[in-house]
T-cell receptor, first 113, second 110 residues
Framework: NAGVTQTPKFQVLKTGQSMTLQCAQD?????MYWYRQDPGMGLRLIYY???????DKGEVPNGYNVSRLNKREFSLRLESAAPSQTSVYFC????????????FGPGTRLLVL | ELKVEQNPLFLSMQEGKNYTIYCNYS?????LYWYRQDPGKSLESLFV?????AVKQEGRLMASLDTKARLSTLHITAAVHDLSATYFC??????????FGTGTRLTIIP
């Protein structure tokens, strides 16, 4: 079992460029999440998907879109990157929504110039 | 406002000593999670505390939850170097998201 995988590991973008962060899990979990981690701010939830076919906004959704492609995959898209989106992005999954341990991917380090 | 506060934010301690990290939260919850993060790495689940008075132990780490005081503690016994990491608590306030504390960066000095 690979657990939760994320691609890419690192990315540098110019302001205004777009990109998609990919996340996949092989644990047959129903729920998946996208967080961003900034220094001194813990993790903040961007979007989540409680189950296949559903997505909901988290704490900081502006500037992002998500797609729950199937039960395994949950992608995060930046349509027009801004320097404020420079961060480390973590994908996580759990068997059910929020009330169980979340398993985190290795993270994507994004720098927007 | 739903808030989770950890203290201290930074902790440097000698091997062999005991210490406690505190996690306070702003409103009622009986679901709290502790995670560990090594530098440049992802988060690893340590403990899940799901009721008042819950206590979980793993090796030199012990976590407890007092829902009346809105407080969780992570106690480190006889610290060793490989416990150096950042520790996060996260609270489920029942609003369909976890709210994370800002983390406690723990450094164990030989």
């Amino acid at each position: 079992n690979a657990g939760v995988t994320q691609t890419p590991k690192f990315q540098v973008l110019k302001t205004g460029q777009s990109m998609t962060l990919q996340c996949a899990q092989d644990m047959n979990h129903n729920s998946m999440y996208w967080y961003r981690q900034d220094p001194g701010m813990g993790l903040r939830l961007i979007y989540y998907s409680a189950s296949e076919g559903t997505t909901d906004k988290g704490e900081v959704p502006n500037g992002y879109n998500v797609s729950r492609l199937n039960k395994r995959e949950f992608s995060l898209r930046l349509e027009s990157a801004a320097p404020s989106q420079t961060s480390v992005y973590f994908c996580a999954s759990s068997p059910g929504v929020f009330q169980e341990t979340q398993y985190f991917g290795p993270g994507t380090r994004l720098l927007v110039l | 406002e739903l808030k989770v506060e950890q203290n201290p934010l930074f902790l440097s301690m000698q091997e062999g000593k005991n210490y406690t990290i505190y996690c306070n939260y702003s409103t009622t919850s009986d679901r709290l999670y502790w995670y560990r993060q090594d530098p440049g790495k992802s988060l690893e689940s340590l403990f899940v505390l799901l009721s008042n008075g819950a206590v979980k132990q793993e090796g030199r780490l012990m976590a407890s939850l007092d829902t009346k005081a809105r407080l969780s503690t992570l106690h480190i016994t006889a610290a060793v170097h490989d416990l150096s990491a950042t520790y996060f608590c996260a609270v489920d306030f029942g609003n369909e998201k976890l709210t994370f504390g800002t983390g406690t960066r723990l450094t164990i000095i030989p």
